[in-house]
C-alpha cells in the first residue's frame, strides 16, 4: 500500500475520522470496510463524497479513512469535514470553493451534559402536588 499523500482528522458529536489520501481510481474504504457496505444510507455517501465533487477530483484519489465513536450521523459528518480538509491540503486553491460550499466549518453541537437532581440534561422528574 502506498504511503498516503495526506492525513486529516475529522469531527463531529462524538465522532472522530482520521482520513489518508492515496492516489488511486476513487476507491473509499472505512474500517477495511467498502464504503457502500458501512454507509448503507444514499443521503450519508451523498453528504460524505459532497467535498470531492466540489472540488471536481471524483475518481482521482483512494480515502482511507478510520472511525470511531459517534453513531451513523456524526460518522457521516466528520468524515465529511476529514475529506474537505486533506483536500486542502492537497490544493489549497480549493479553500475558497469548499468554504463558500460550507465544507470547512466543525460543527461543534454536542450532547448537553446531564445535571444532579434531573432524570436528563432538562428533563426534571414527574411534579407531586401530595
Do not use: C, W
Amino acid at each position: 500500500m502506498p504511503v498516503p499523500l495526506t492525513q486529516s482528522t475529522g469531527r463531529r458529536k462524538q465522532a472522530v475520522a482520521r482520513v489518508r489520501f492515496r492516489p488511486g481510481q476513487g476507491v473509499i474504504t472505512i474500517n477495511k470496510r467498502p464504503f457502500e457496505a458501512y454507509f448503507t444510507s444514499a443521503t450519508h455517501r451523498m453528504l460524505i463524497t459532497e467535498p470531492l465533487r466540489v472540488a471536481g477530483i471524483e475518481g482521482t484519489y483512494d480515502v482511507d479513512a478510520t472511525m470511531d465513536g459517534g453513531g451513523i450521523a456524526g460518522q457521516a459528518g466528520a468524515l465529511r469535514l476529514g475529506i474537505a480538509r486533506s483536500l486542502i491540503e492537497l490544493d489549497p486553491e480549493l479553500r475558497g470553493q469548499m468554504k463558500k460550499a460550507g465544507l470547512l466549518t466543525r460543527d461543534s453541537r454536542k450532547k448537553e451534559s446531564k445535571k444532579y437532581g434531573l432524570k436528563k440534561a432538562r428533563k426534571a422528574p414527574q411534579y407531586s402536588k401530595r
